[in-house]
């Protein structure tokens, strides 16, 4: 049988080396520039609105961008009495330890829970998130 050479392949497996037709990721402020796409964070450090260069069929990229989302992405919290507390956002940066992914850490608090999200989004395009709840009496 013949050895598959693929098989404990290490290729694509450094961080710096960007496999083609993937590009490195890029960013301005709270804008990444991910495959085609153009993902602008809000305050919060979710996605305000994700803009694609592809053509419908998916086959090219176009000057235009189209928007994906209807309205901002953004986590509701119903309390047992009904209200939904307004989220507080501190101020977050993007980091960029490697050319094929970026990352970022905010924190939004309301009167009863800190939400600390750690966000990645890589070059090809996949957004990988880790939430921490805290409720407030933790935090005093």
Known sequence: MTRLRWLNS???????????????VTYEDHTLHVLGRDIL???NG?????????????????ETPQAILAKPV???????DGRQPDWESQPYTIQQDHPSAATWSAVNET????????????MMGCWTITWCWLPAKMLT
Do not use: C
Request: glycine content about 4%.
């Open 10 to 24: 290490t290729l694509g497996t450094d961080p710096d080396f960007i496999v083609q037709p993937f590009l490195p």
């Open 41 to 43: 964070l809000g305050s």
């Open 46 to 62: 979710l996605p305000e609105q994700i803009n694609t260069h592809f053509t419908e069929e998916v086959t090219d990229l176009t």
């Open 74 to 80: 953004n986590l509701v919290v119903t309390k047992a």
């Open 111 to 122: 009167d009863a829970f800190q939400m600390t999200t750690r966000d990645d989004w890589s």
